[in-house]
């Protein structure tokens, strides 16, 4: 069990829960099914619950109850829908869950300029279901219908960021409410600024750390006039890796580019009930008007060729597209399905395109040696390959091997200049890999920051700047 885990409580307050039963009525709850639910997210850290649970529904409701817990010294922990994969939910040290789910409304779609005002619990889905007919669309996809709140806090991105960036790049501006109760607002819907410090690119990441976001711009982009989906199989995955870099260098504005090795094939034909050949896979995805999808698909077939790509499926119509991209999406419960009663160690590293094939070599090498179980998948278009490490969790050594094998994928990464962390954010499982990535005094500048905007260290303590 993690160290964190096991800190020390104090009850709440009896003061501050009759505050929040007074406010928030059947909005407050310290139910233990409740607290349970709020306890528990994707990881394969042991649960943390909170002591209570409050569900906002507007900026001013989220400054109260700031306020309160400045006042009496608890801990708030920002929720979701809790598909956080480093522990980000875990209240760790107690306190409460500040459950956005029932700020939920689209404020805004100002379609002739490009963007929308959300609040923090609109999920990519719902944003996407109000701009039909709008010709409009969001294209940040995690995977899980994640609430753009949580998206923004961990700076997601997922299958598309390869041609529309991650989160920082979609996020123009944001409400937040500060760890004394204030309330800010950052950045704007212009395109570009040079006003001062760049505060919502600070909050962006910053996992609920140093302000719990409220409210949000974001940027949407025009739906391309044609789409093409495809499959394509290779010999192995050094031949898959070789065709991602050289589409990425010649240019090819591929929309989304995925890598599945033939476990993880063999995983999603059980789960989704597919019938892929199982060997290494590229899903490839283009956008733009139908001479240009035409252009991209034909450079890529030839390149895939030229690697022994073969078994080239396309998929045009979009129901055939949906099932294609679900079934990839679906891979993460695919996956621990293989081993049933299991836990999923996932792997998050990103490395410069040009390393993309040393960096998934020296992965499958460990992963042998280390005798388990980890299919590869990976958003490997932007450098972005995860493992999926499957564990007992009750078994102490094969989560002992499997952290091993996680840290030297992670040690890797590093030394070919990457990331401990493409997309997931750090949490507190990867706060060792944070000083490893910036060092000591990139982190103490970190610290400093968290320290000036939260003193009292309430805002998801424990959480991506070790020792605090």
């Known amino acids: 069990m993690n160290a964190l885990t096991t800190a020390p409580r104090r009850p709440l307050p009896q003061t501050f829960i009759d505050a929040l039963a007074a406010g928030f009525g059947a909005r407050f709850s310290t139910a233990e099914a409740v607290r349970a639910h709020h306890g528990h997210?994707?990881?394969?850290?042991?649960?943390?619950l909170p002591d209570a649970v409050v569900f906002p529904h507007t900026t001013e409701e989220v400054a109260v109850i700031v306020a309160l817990c400045r006042e009496h010294g608890v801990?708030?922990?920002?929720?979701?829908?809790?598909?956080?994969?480093?522990?980000?939910?875990?209240?760790?040290?107690?306190?409460?869950?500040?459950?956005?789910?029932?700020?939920?409304?689209?404020?805004?779609?100002?379609?002739?300029?490009?963007?929308?005002?959300?609040?923090?619990?609109v999920t990519r889905k719902q944003l996407n279901a109000e701009l039909h007919g709008s010709g409009l669309f969001f294209p940040i996809d995690p995977g899980a219908d994640a609430s753009l709140g949580g998206m923004a806090a961990t700076r997601a991105s997922g299958t598309n960021a390869v041609r529309y960036g991650t989160m920082r790049e979609n996020v123009l501006g944001m409400t937040?409410?500060?760890?004394?109760?204030?309330?800010?607002?950052?950045?704007?819907?212009a395109r570009?600024?040079?006003?001062?410090?760049?505060?919502?690119?600070?909050?962006?990441?910053?996992?609920?750390t140093l302000g719990l976001i409220t409210e949000l711009t974001v940027r949407l982009h025009p739906l391309p006039e044609a789409v093409s989906a495809a499959i394509c199989t290779f010999p192995d995955v050094d031949a898959a890796v070789r065709t991602v870099i050289q589409t990425i260098q010649l240019g090819v504005p591929v929309a989304r580019i995925e890598?599945?090795?033939?476990?993880?094939?063999?995983?999603?034909?059980?789960y989704s009930k597919t019938t892929l050949r199982e060997a290494p896979m590229l899903f490839f995805e283009f956008h733009g008007s139908p001479a240009g999808v035409e252009e991209q698909a034909a450079t890529v077939q030839e390149l895939a060729r030229d690697n022994g790509g073969e078994d080239f499926e396309w998929a045009t119509r979009p129901e055939d597209r949906s099932r294609l991209w679900q079934a990839r999406h679906d891979t993460y419960f695919a996956c621990l399905n293989l081993k049933p009663g299991c836990r999923g160690i996932t792997t998050d590293v990103?490395?410069?395109?040009?390393?993309?094939?040393?960096?998934?070599?020296?992965?499958?090498?460990?992963?042998?040696?280390?005798?388990?179980?980890?299919?590869?998948v990976g958003h490997v278009g932007d450098g972005n390959f995860h493992t999926?490490?499957?564990v007992d969790p009750e078994d102490a050594a094969e989560i002992e091997r499997a952290e091993a094998l996680n840290r030297r994928i992670v040690e890797r990464a590093l030394a070919l200049d990457g990331t401990c962390t493409g997309e997931h954010g750090i949490g507190f499982g990867k706060q060792d890999f944070l000083l490893a990535e910036h060092g000591e005094a990139a982190v103490d500048a970190m610290r400093l920051v968290k320290q000036a905007l939260d003193p009292h260290n309430l805002l998801n303590p424990g959480k991506v700047v070790p020792g605090l």
């Open 41 to 48: 997210d994707e990881s394969h850290f042991p649960d943390a």
């Open 176 to 189: 937040a409410v500060l760890a004394d109760g204030r309330v800010i607002r950052t950045g704007g819907r």
């Open 75 to 121: 801990a708030l922990i920002p929720y979701g829908v809790g598909s956080s994969l480093e522990g980000h939910i875990l209240a760790v040290r107690g306190g409460i869950s500040v459950d956005f789910s029932e700020m939920n409304k689209v404020l805004a779609v100002h379609a002739e300029d490009m963007d929308a005002v959300v609040q923090p619990g």
């Open 350 to 376: 990103c490395v410069p395109i040009s390393r993309l094939a040393e960096a998934i070599a020296g992965t499958r090498a460990d992963i042998a040696a280390s005798g388990l179980t980890a299919p590869i």
């Open 192 to 208: 570009k600024s040079s006003s001062g410090y760049d505060l919502t690119r600070l909050l962006v990441g910053s996992e609920g």
């Open 259 to 270: 890598l599945l090795d033939s476990l993880t094939v063999t995983a999603i034909n059980r």
């Open 388 to 390: 999926l490490i499957l």
